[in-house]
T-cell receptor, first 112, second 114 residues
Framework: KQEVTQIPAALSVPEGENLVLNCSFTDSAIYNLQWFRQDPGKGLTSLLLIQSSQREQTSGRLNASLDKSSGRSTLYIAASQPGDSATYLCAVNSNSNYQLIWGAGTKLIIKP | GAVVSQHPSRVICKSGTSVKIECRSLDFQATTMFWYRQFPKQSLMLMATSNEGSKATYEQGVEKDKFLINHASLTLSTLTVTSAHPEDSSFYIC??????????FGQGTRLTVV
């Protein structure tokens, strides 16, 4: 059974720092992996989707990497801003049906 | 990206009553919709998968008679929480997709049962 773990559970850093969020999964047979952002009491915003054949995806200040063999993905945020404060969720899709298995999230606080 | 609208965003209901949550794909026809539940400080958990015109497939531990899912059209799925109790208070979120494409998420519904 696929399990997804995110470390750390919470992170607080000063504005401007570069940071890395980690996601690990137990079954390397994945279809794709997706990173989301969730603001308090709000829905989900998709940030990056990495297909199983890809090693990384980039969007603006965000870069997500995928190492299937080791069951790991990282989300790199460059030059963090207070507006980046949110909970970041990692979700693994094991097949084309898109039934996602979710990590518990990393709550990120960027201090001005 | 495609837009999925979920309504209402917040609802408070009395214990024992039923609540309906709607999930609409606004600019595409969703062959499959998913319903998730998120308790405070926990992961989202898949509740059920529904394909248009057929019965929903529920995950283990989810009571299908309590959480009624209807996917009657390619743009609308509804989740009805029947005889709601305080332990059903949670954040419910839907997603919708077409074959061979990623799923798009609604804004979520915060349900509070008092």
């Amino acid at each position: 059974k696929q399990e997804v773990t995110q470390i750390p559970a919470a992170l607080s850093v000063p504005e401007g720092e570069n940071l890395v969020l980690n996601c690990s999964f137990t079954d390397s047979a994945i279809y794709n992996l997706q990173w989301f952002r969730q603001d308090p009491g709000k829905g989900l915003t998709s940030l990056l989707l990495i297909q199983s054949s890809q090693r990384e995806q980039t969007s603006g200040r965000l870069n997500a990497s995928l190492d299937k063999s080791s069951g790991r993905s990282t989300l790199y945020i460059a030059a963090s801003q207070p507006g980046d404060s949110a909970t970041y969720l990692c979700a693994v899709n094991s097949n084309s049906n898109y039934q996602l298995i979710w990590g518990a999230g990393t709550k990120l606080i960027i201090k001005p | 990206g495609a837009v999925v609208s979920q309504h209402p965003s917040r609802v408070i209901c009395k214990s024992g009553t039923s609540v309906k949550i709607e999930c609409r794909s606004l600019d595409f026809q969703a062959t499959t919709m998913f319903w998730y539940r998120q308790f405070p400080k926990q992961s989202l958990m898949l509740m059920a998968t529904s394909n248009e015109g057929s019965k929903a497939t529920y995950e283990q531990g989810v009571e299908k008679d309590k959480f009624l899912i209807n996917h009657a059209s390619l743009t609308l799925s509804t989740l009805t929480v029947t005889s709601a109790h305080p332990e059903d208070s949670s954040f419910y979120i839907c997603s919708a997709k077409v074959p061979s494409a990623e799923a798009f998420f609604g804004q979520g519904t915060r349900l509070t049962v008092v």
